[in-house]
């Protein structure tokens, strides 16, 4: 089925940790994005890649790298994971101004 | 100040009501997007606005760029309406969202 698969989709992590969120699309869109999803926040933007190879910031990038592998697979990375950071992920893609979502990651740093 | 705001955050209805909720902006957009998320779901765009109107089904979504102002409608609301509902507008190259409402819908 065509769309947007995160993995994975619940994960737990020890503070200091690391671990990579996957997401691939199969649109061929351009546009790829990383949200967190918290309480009475809504979406903030971590970071986008507006194409192969280029990556820019969002609202709430500290803490996070992110890695554009080709123009299928945008991959978020917690380097040392803190509590702060537990939240709901999502991976998104677009293409003009069409988007779709992933499913989520609810990852909690304890 | 949020350059997407959605109002009201939270509503309760009656099985039957028609319900509003109202999407302000600020930034300059080339669009603008409705997106229901239910409880532990994952997100689905419900409607793509650039102007004008859009029907589907028993939901309505209207856009007036002037005013910068955007309200999606349910006609004969439903239990299984219940969901956040997020508007998001598209800043050239970046979704922004608004917070949700959170619409539930009482038998």
């Known amino acids: 089925n065509a769309g947007v698969t995160q993995t994975p989709k619940f994960q737990v992590l020890k503070t200091g940790q690391s671990m990579t969120l996957q997401c691939a699309q199969d649109m061929n869109h351009n546009s790829m994005y990383w949200y967190r999803q918290d309480p009475g926040m809504g979406l903030r933007l971590i970071y986008y890649?507006?194409?192969?190879?280029?990556?820019d910031k969002g609202e709430v990038p500290n803490g996070y790298n992110v890695s554009r592998l080709n123009k299928r697979e945008f991959s978020l990375r917690l380097e040392s994971a803190a509590p702060s950071q537990t939240s709901v992920y999502f991976c998104?893609?677009?293409?003009?101004?069409?988007?779709?979502f992933g499913q989520g990651t609810r990852l909690t740093v304890v | 100040k949020n350059e997407v705001e959605q109002s009201p955050q939270n509503l309760t209805a009656q099985e039957g009501e028609f319900i509003t909720i109202n999407c302000s902006y600020s930034v300059g957009i080339s669009a603008l997007h409705w997106l229901q998320q239910h409880p532990g779901g994952g997100i689905v765009s419900l409607f793509m606005l650039s102007s004008g109107k859009k029907k589907h089904g028993r939901l309505i979504a209207t856009i007036n760029i002037q005013e910068k102002h955007s309200s999606l409608h349910i006609t004969a609301s439903h239990p299984r309406d219940s969901a956040v509902y997020i508007c998001a507008a598209w800043d050239t190259d970046k979704l922004i969202f608004g917070t949700g409402t959170r619409l539930q819908v009482f038998p």
């Open positions: 890649s507006a194409s192969e190879g280029t990556t």
């Open positions: 998104a893609s677009s293409q003009l101004t069409e988007a779709f």
